[in-house]
Structures are given as C-alpha cells and as structure tokens.
C-alpha cells in the first residue's frame, strides 16, 4: 500500500500465539536514485477479522445498578442532569431567592428529569405492576387500598409509596400504588364451618350384656366350706 513518494507498506500475516486476524505492517522507502531498500517501522496491526476487545468505556457509563458494594465511593458529576439546585423548591421566584439568602434545604435535590427518570424504572421493574408477585396476586390486593402503604411525600406521593408489612417481600421498599402481593391487609380469610362427619361405633361399651358361663370339672362347690382368703 502506497503511503507516499516512495514509500509504500507490506502486509504479512502474523503467526503468534493469540494475535489471530493480526498482521505485520512493515513500511519501506528509498532516496531519489538509491536502489537500496529502508525500512522505517514495523508495528503489528490488527486484520479485519482480528479478535479485539470491546471499545474502552468510561467507568461512570460503566457502572450499573447494584455495584456499589460497602465502603465505595460515587462521586455525582456536578452537571448531572438528576440533581437541581436545593433552594429550587418552588415555582416562585420570591420563595426561591429567600431560601438562598438563608440557606434552607439541601444543595441539591432530584430535578423534575430525575424524578421522572426515577419513577419511570420503579414502575417498570419489580416494584410495578407487572412484577410476577403482583400479577399472581388478587386484582383487588392493590397497594394503594392496604393499610401498610405508607405514601411518600412530594410530586412522587399520588404514584409510590413504601411498604410497611413485615411479612411481605416488598417491606421497606418503594412499591407503586397499583403493585400488589397476597399480604394485603385486607386479605382476610372467613373462618367456615366445616360438617364433620361421625363414623359408626366400632365398639359400644356403654352396655353391659351378661354372660351365663358353665363350671368346668373341679371347680369348688358352692356347700363346700371356704378356707381363709378363698383358697380351697
């Protein structure tokens, strides 16, 4: 391949261990009227169906729900587009440059971009309505009607709130108002009665039947005198 006034690149294949698809690009050149060759570099370059890795991806585009672990540390961009000035807490103006001058709130609060973003991925995962334990529970088993639902304050109140019942999956978890579970505090079950059926006696010993029994040869006679203790 031609790279310029006498200077061209030869490609070679490439036969090392774990460099399949790569090449040897070796570039050469020469003086104007010098018949001797000179190589200038040689850099092994990938082919077209060389195995490469994955394109580098910075870590905070990396990192996913659920990887912080204890002990590490997230730094927020100063710009995220999540977070709003804390004393912008109202529509009005008046409101928003007093509690600046004071300081009220805090630094920052979630913007209406992250609020929208935050209620967007609850209600679509499992504290939604399409999560397996709330499609499988009864359809008026909703969390909005149970007496452990405790509604968060706030623009996010008419849609979430966090359970309270000890024994449900979702407790202390944010849980959309039309989610559900069989731990309903209205789930309640009427006690019915049951017919028991009475088995036939088997055996009656409520009667007293009685038994002539013949006396076998030897037996003492009735005129005979009884020793002491009954003993003949």
């Known amino acids: 391949m031609a790279e310029g006034d006498r200077v061209v690149t030869h490609f070679f294949e490439s036969h090392l261990a774990g460099y399949q698809g790569w090449r040897w690009a070796v570039t050469v050149t020469r003086v104007p ?13 990938p082919g077209p169906e060389a195995m490469l890795a994955p394109a580098w991806v910075p870590w905070n ?35 928003e440059e007093v509690s600046w001058e004071l300081g009220l709130g805090r630094s920052r609060v979630m913007s209406r ?14 504290a939604g309505p399409e999560a397996p334990i709330s499609t499988a529970a009864p359809r008026n088993a909703r969390c909005g009607t149970c007496g452990f639902y405790l509604p968060l304050a706030g623009s996010l109140r ?43 006696t088997v ?13 076998a040869p030897g037996s003492v006679e009735a005129g005979e005198p009884a020793e002491p203790y009954g003993h003949s």
């Open 33 to 45: 009227r010098s018949r001797h060759v000179t190589v200038c570099e040689t850099v092994l370059l």
């Open 61 to 95: 585009e990396r990192v996913q729900a659920g990887d912080l672990g204890v002990g590490d540390l997230m730094p927020t961009a100063p710009d995220d587009e999540r977070l709003a000035p804390g004393y912008v807490l109202s529509d009005d103006a008046a409101v």
């Open 113 to 126: 971009e992250g609020r929208i973003e935050t209620a967007q991925r609850w209600y679509d995962g499992e």
């Open 158 to 200: 008419s849609m979430f709130g966090v359970c309270g019942n000890l024994y449900a999956p979702d407790d202390a978890k944010a849980v959309s108002a039309d989610h559900g579970c069989g731990a309903h505090s209205e789930a309640l079950l009427g006690a019915t009665e049951q017919p028991v059926e009475e088995l036939p």
């Open 203 to 215: 055996y009656d010993d409520s009667e007293v039947e009685a038994v002539a029994v013949s006396r």
